[in-house]
């Protein structure tokens, strides 16, 4: 067995989260089972982070170190047979980022105790990483409680010829989400062309972006839900929501390597049509409720209702009564959800990390600290010399469990004969 039969690092009461500006107390415990000379007995606290240019490669490009303590815990002598203790204590700055891990980097931060033997004799090593939540407060970014609208005109097209045109309009309740509250979605999609449109996508997308000699960008996407088509001359609501699954949260303040977006991306197919709603992932709700956006076409539920006037102008009315119109849209049916895993099981990754709450937007919603999420697990990249926007991926998902409602009532669109019988035959796609 040598004369080292232990040598480890043990933290107190068994923590291995901590915040910024907390104390670090933990011991190093050896057993011997023969006297040990030694040079000296030290103990480091480091935190730092590193990336690299390939995938799950630890050959550094681009480094920075955020703090470096250390401590003696014996000068020269030597140790006895038997057991050791000796206890220390750092405090951790305020400046220091939450813990990350990515394919192409991370960020680190652990304690090592060494045993520096004399000369032409072995030291003996050992280390133990713990990890740090610098919570995100989402109620400090500007507008967090404000909707989030995004539109977009998309003209159809068959052999050159334009047949109409398709506007998607997109919007969800905040702009900030934490762990396990649910993302309310409206799409709301108006035909005006002859042709049907291809199934909707809402897909939630992460983007990771690491400066090594250029910036790598990773993207992968966490959730999606699809949606069905919009018949030619309809218009269209789409209701759904998307449960935020555990994920890091974004920006990663404090570290100028590593940078983490957010995106909700709702598309079309045919024609091409595509909305993107920036969010941002918290570990502090919004405790503010949603204001009401300005009205528009494609209003969410959560808007307070139209004031309808007596009588519509008269343009308005013959519209109405002799062509297309969009005055009563339907609502569009779900047809598939990528969300399959628990939720919970995303959380248990890291030993100790508290359990979820329920979340209901109140700031008593979290009596312990907020979830801990290291890792997203493995993703494709893409590169870019700039900043670059986001590019769905596939990859192996980490999915929160599946949620959708089959209940809810809808009439299923006409058909394309059925819309356009009492169309007047002289009114075109154009007008």
Request: aromatic share 8%; proline share 12%; charged share 15%.
């Amino acid at each position: 067995m040598g004369r080292v039969q232990l040598f480890e690092i043990s933290l107190s009461h068994g923590r291995v989260v901590y915040s910024p500006g907390e104390p670090l107390a933990g011991t190093v415990r050896v057993r011997l089972g023969a006297p040990l000379p030694f040079r000296a007995i030290r103990v480091t606290c480091t935190g730092s982070c590193g990336v690299s240019n390939k995938a799950n490669d630890a050959a550094w490009v681009a480094e920075e170190d955020y703090f470096n303590s250390s401590l003696s815990l014996a000068d020269k002598g030597s140790l006895p047979a038997g057991e050791h203790s000796f206890p220390f204590q750092f405090l951790l700055p305020a400046t220091a980022p939450t813990s990350f891990e990515g394919p192409f980097g991370k960020i680190v931060h652990q304690v090592r105790a060494a045993i520096h033997t004399p000369r032409f004799s072995k030291d003996h090593k050992c280390s133990l990483v713990f990890y740090i939540l610098s919570p995100l407060n989402l109620n400090s970014i500007p507008d967090i409680e404000q909707p989030n609208v995004a539109s977009a005109t998309k003209k159809f097209s068959y052999k050159l010829v334009k047949t109409g045109s398709v506007v998607l309009t997109a919007s969800t309740d905040l702009r900030g989400y934490v762990v396990g509250q649910a993302l309310q979605l409206h799409a709301d999609i108006e035909n005006q062309s002859g042709k049907d449109t291809s199934p909707v996508v809402a897909s939630l997308l992460q983007k990771v972006s690491y400066k090594a000699k250029r910036w790598i960008h990773d993207v992968r996407t966490i959730a999606e839900v699809e949606g069905a088509g919009v018949k030619a001359w309809r218009r269209a609501q789409w209701h759904e929501q998307i449960l935020v699954p555990a994920l890091p949260q974004s920006a990663l303040p404090g570290c100028s390597l590593i940078h983490i977006d957010y995106y909700l991306q709702v598309s079309l197919k045919a024609p091409e049509a595509t909305v993107t709603l920036p969010v941002f992932i918290g570990n502090i709700a919004v405790n503010h409720a949603p204001l009401s956006p300005r009205p528009g076409p494609g209003l969410p539920p959560w808007a307070p209702p139209l004031v309808v006037p007596s009588a519509p102008p008269q343009e308005e009315a013959e519209a109405a009564a002799g062509g297309p119109h969009f005055l009563d849209p339907v609502s569009l049916s779900t047809k598939s959800h990528s969300q399959q895993q628990p939720l919970l099981a995303t959380l248990g990754s890291v030993p100790g990390a508290p359990e979820p709450c329920p979340q209901d937007g109140s700031p008593a919603s979290y009596p312990l600290r907020p979830p801990l999420c290291i890792s997203t697990g493995a993703t494709v990249p893409y590169f870019a010399e700039g900043s670059g926007g986001p590019v769905p991926t596939t990859s192996t998902l980490i999915l929160p469990p599946e949620y959708s409602s089959w209940g809810y009532p809808y009439e299923a669109p006409p058909s394309y004969e059925q819309s356009c019988g009492g169309v007047d035959p002289s009114l075109t796609p154009e007008s």
